[in-house]
């Protein structure tokens, strides 16, 4: 079965950087989308930006770009999201999720809780 | 690119059904057949229960369902039940790799 492991929570200063992983496994690595999204404690889902295992191209939202950056490692069948000059806004659990229709996240990991506090 | 728009709230009582609107425009909801539903429970992971308007993934039951018109997505529960209440969010294709989420609505089954 789909199965999506993300890495632990983690706890940063304002202005650090945060690398969360994501390591698949149950399906074909290399043939599915992954995308990322994010919520902050009590607030909606917001969708970051996604990745293409095969190629490692991505897009990101708008309103991440040049904070972050999705990478993977096709030997482990892990992606990764990195996100930079972190503020309180930021805190908030991170997810992975595979694409396998059209444009949906279609298996969701567990989260990875990140918190930004000084 | 802004959030679609959702109700905050929907009730209903056991058995009956409950309709969720998500309202976007002609350049994400309108233009493509590409509108997801997901179930969050407290403290979960969100769910996929609906994909490109109106598919159902595999173990979700058919009392859900999708349906589109212009630029608004609704998602019906038919025949509530207890353990249907929860956050429901829509996303859609936006066009150029992205995608927007609504800002959800919590389903409460009276």
């Known amino acids: 079965q789909v199965q999506l492991v993300q890495s632990g929570a983690e706890v940063k200063k304002p202005g650090a950087s945060v690398k969360v992983s994501c390591k698949a496994s149950?399906?074909?690595?290399?043939?599915?989308?992954m995308h990322w999204g994010r919520q902050a404690p009590g607030q909606g889902l917001e969708w970051m930006g996604i990745?293409?295992?095969?190629?490692?191209?991505?897009s990101y939202a708008q309103k991440f770009q040049g904070r972050v950056t999705m990478t993977r490692d096709t030997s482990t069948s892990t992606v990764y999201m990195e996100l930079s000059s972190l503020r309180s806004e930021d805190t908030a659990v991170y997810y992975c999720?595979?694409?396998?229709?059209?444009?949906?996240?279609?298996?969701w990991g567990q989260g990875t809780t990140v918190t930004v506090s000084s | 690119q802004s959030a679609l728009t959702q109700p905050p709230s929907a009730s209903g009582s056991p058995g009956q059904s409950v309709t969720i609107s998500c309202t976007g425009t002609?350049?994400?909801?309108?233009?493509?057949?590409?509108v997801s539903w997901y179930q969050q429970h407290p403290g979960k992971a969100p769910k996929l229960m609906i994909y490109e308007v109106s598919k159902r993934p595999s173990g979700v039951p058919d009392r859900f369902s999708g349906s589109k018109s212009g630029n608004t997505a609704s998602l019906t529960v038919s025949g509530l039940q207890a353990e249907d209440e929860a956050d429901y969010y829509c996303?859609?294709?936006?066009?150029?790799?992205?995608?927007?989420f609504g800002g959800g609505t919590k389903l409460t089954v009276l």
């Open positions: 002609s350049s994400d909801v309108g233009a493509y057949n590409y």
């Open positions: 149950g399906y074909t690595f290399t043939s599915n989308y």
């Open positions: 999720a595979p694409q396998f229709g059209e444009w949906s996240m279609d298996v």
């Open positions: 996303s859609s294709y936006a066009g150029s790799n992205a995608v927007v």
């Open positions: 990745i293409n295992p095969s190629g490692g191209s991505t």
